[in-house]
């Protein structure tokens, strides 16, 4: 904001530069440049600059990046310099449940906004909620409740469940869980794996086919999903036990990577890029033509991070206080559908979608098989309102 820049100085940029408009925003862009989710964290890169780009506002945004290296304490330092050091407005990005975690009580002291742009921990938009957290991508149980109760329908009795050993892992299966037995049905095992260090899913695999489950359900991201996915592939296993999980198993992102072994895994998740709405064509259309690839979840998170910090300062807010607390009242209707910010809780209200992953010609597409419209977590131990 200019206020960290005296009048007299704007007065002394504005007359000697006259071209590069000054830039009326800082925001330190924490997110993961290398590490198991580098990938992720350059497509929510990619997503934010559009979003700036489209609405003609790139100059007025300063970006500063910091790596957090998907390392929780490599999080909390960074956090710290962008805040200290960099004097930013707001922080924008974070990955990994984890290094969320791990930031969520120097953000709430420090008073500076944060604008969730991936990373699900059900705590930070549930007991350990702050007014300067606002997350606009999903929340670990938002994604995977709805699926415990498609999954029953389908007449699915028995699962096994396997999961990166980490914060996101264990909520992802836990929501999971809760709904599946909910609907009626049973765990009947239950696996993590050492988050980022698996190579060999296949002692894993083994156990879980010997269990005889009329099927598995997973989280996994980034690398680790092209692996697994892979690996279950070549097990052979999709004839007697079908693959079901977390929505980012199968990302647009890396799908590819996969190959064959991810046709018919069925997955939910809040965005899709084969979404047929005006709004999503016309993103999926733009953003092609910018970095000529289909856009994935991330792309989106990344864009609508963008969408709602403009929305805030539009509004008029500006500084760290007013920003954080207009950043929940922004809402609108883009890629992923209707997206509105709960007041109670600060976690975004979106639908679900359930997903299988198919093929188109050589290529592999997703085709949306349910939808949980309006899906809302429970204040969970937030008490915003
Ligand atoms: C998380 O750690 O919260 C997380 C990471 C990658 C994903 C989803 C969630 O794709």
């Known amino acids: 904001m200019k206020k960290y820049i005296s009048g007299l100085a704007v007065a002394a940029a504005l007359t000697t530069i006259s071209t590069a408009a000054l830039a009326e925003t800082t925001v330190g862009l924490l997110l993961p440049k290398s590490g198991v989710f580098a990938a992720l964290g350059n497509e929510i890169d990619d997503g934010f600059v559009f979003a700036l780009e489209e609405a003609g506002r ?41 290094v969320l975690g791990a930031m969520r009580d120097f953000i709430h002291e420090a008073e500076v906004p944060l604008i969730v742009s991936n990373a699900g921990n059900d705590a930070a938009t549930g007991a350990a909620c702050s ?36 914060a996101a892992g264990h909520q992802m299966i836990d929501n999971f869980t809760a709904a599946f037995t909910e609907a009626g049905g049973e765990i009947i095992g239950s696996e993590y794996t050492p988050f980022g260090q698996t190579k060999d899913f296949g002692p894993y695999l083994t156990n879980a086919r010997a269990a005889n489950p009329d099927a598995i359900f997973v989280f996994y991201a980034g690398g680790e999903a092209i692996s697994f996915v892979k690996q279950y592939g070549s097990f052979g296993m999709a004839a007697d036990v079908p693959l079901f999980g977390s929505g980012f198993l199968t990302s647009p992102l890396y799908v590819a990577a996969e190959g064959d072994a991810a046709v018919g895994v069925k997955t939910s998740l809040h965005y899709v890029p084969t979404l047929d709405t005006p709004e999503n064509n016309a993103f999926v259309a733009a953003f092609k033509e910018r970095f000529g690839r289909t856009p994935s979840e991330y792309a989106v998170q990344g864009y609508d991070s963008a969408r709602v910090l403009l929305g805030a300062l539009d509004s008029g807010a500006t500084d760290r206080k007013s920003i954080a607390a207009a950043l929940p009242k922004v809402s609108y209707t883009g890629p992923r559908g209707p997206l509105e910010i709960d007041p109670a809780t600060n976690n975004v209200v979106q639908n679900i979608y359930i997903y299988e992953t198919v093929k188109d010609g050589d290529a592999l597409t997703q085709k949306v098989v349910g939808v949980v419209e309006g899906v809302r977590d429970a204040p969970n131990g937030c008490a915003l309102q």
């Open 58 to 98: 790139a100059d007025d945004i300063k970006i500063v990046r910091e790596d957090t290296e998907v390392k929780p304490p490599v999080g909390l330092a960074k956090a710290r310099k962008l805040v200290l050091q960099d004097e930013v407005d707001v922080i924008v990005g974070v990955v990994s449940s984890g």
């Open 131 to 166: 007014p300067y957290i606002t997350r606009v991508s999903f929340s670990n149980g938002q994604v995977n409740r709805p699926m415990g109760q498609w999954m029953h329908d389908q007449g699915i009795q028995k699962v096994y469940t396997l999961a990166s050993d980490y």
